[in-house]
């Protein structure tokens, strides 16, 4: 399974971005889908994602500011950015952990995608 994401920008604080990230392929079971950053000098962490329930869950430094969706049809799940402080500068990662027909469990990541806010 190969995740491609797009989106990153340069934009200024206060701006906004969406956020794209399609899937290969979605033939298995998804446990989770959403989205991680990684600023320089920090720890990868999760920004907003899909639990195995539906439900969606936010890190709060992002909740009220950031959405996240999906499209399954599309194999898509997207994360639209309101109101970017310079602190959401990160590059930014699509993940999906999924189980197989056979039973085997799988963590893919994207590529990433730069989004850096300016002051």
């Known amino acids: 399974v190969r995740l491609v994401e797009s989106g990153g920008d340069l934009v200024q604080a206060g701006g906004s971005l969406r956020l794209s990230c399609t899937m290969s392929?979605?033939?298995?079971?998804?446990?989770?889908i959403g989205w991680h950053r990684q600023a320089p000098g920090k720890q990868r962490e999760l920004v907003a994602g899909?639990?195995?329930?539906?439900?969606?869950e936010y890190a709060d430094s992002v909740k009220g500011r950031f959405t996240v969706s999906r499209d399954d049809a599309k194999k898509s799940v997207y994360l639209q950015m309101n109101s970017l402080k310079p602190d959401d500068t990160a590059v930014y990662y699509c993940?999906?952990?999924?189980?197989?027909?056979?039973?085997?469990?799988?963590?893919?990541w994207g590529q990433g995608t730069q989004v850096t806010v300016s002051s």
């Open positions: 993940n999906v952990d999924l189980t197989t027909d056979w039973g085997e469990r799988y963590s893919y």
């Open positions: 392929e979605n033939s298995y079971r998804i446990n989770t």
């Open positions: 899909f639990r195995r329930d539906g439900t969606s």
